[in-house]
């Protein structure tokens, strides 16, 4: 795997979240960093569409949850 898929792999999902929290009415920046305010709108996010992810969980369980979400037409 080439250098630095990983953080190009993270920051894509990042983004993934970020404009779904967008088309969702959330004020979001889309800019592929996952602090504090993306965590706390995506697991709002998530609650108000009856998912959880830990509170320890890292960027790509959110990513995760939210494609479940997608999949189930949320």
Request: glycine residues 10%; hydrophobic residues 35%.
């Amino acid at each position: 795997m080439p250098k630095g898929w990983n953080c190009l792999r993270k920051k894509e999902q990042v983004l993934y979240i970020q404009r779904r929290l967008q088309a969702g009415g959330y004020k979001i920046k889309a800019d592929g960093k996952f602090g504090k305010e993306s965590r706390r709108l995506a697991r709002d996010y998530l609650a108000k569409a009856g998912q959880s992810v830990a509170d320890d969980a890292a960027a790509e369980d959110y990513y995760r949850a939210f494609l479940q979400l997608e999949e189930a037409g949320y």
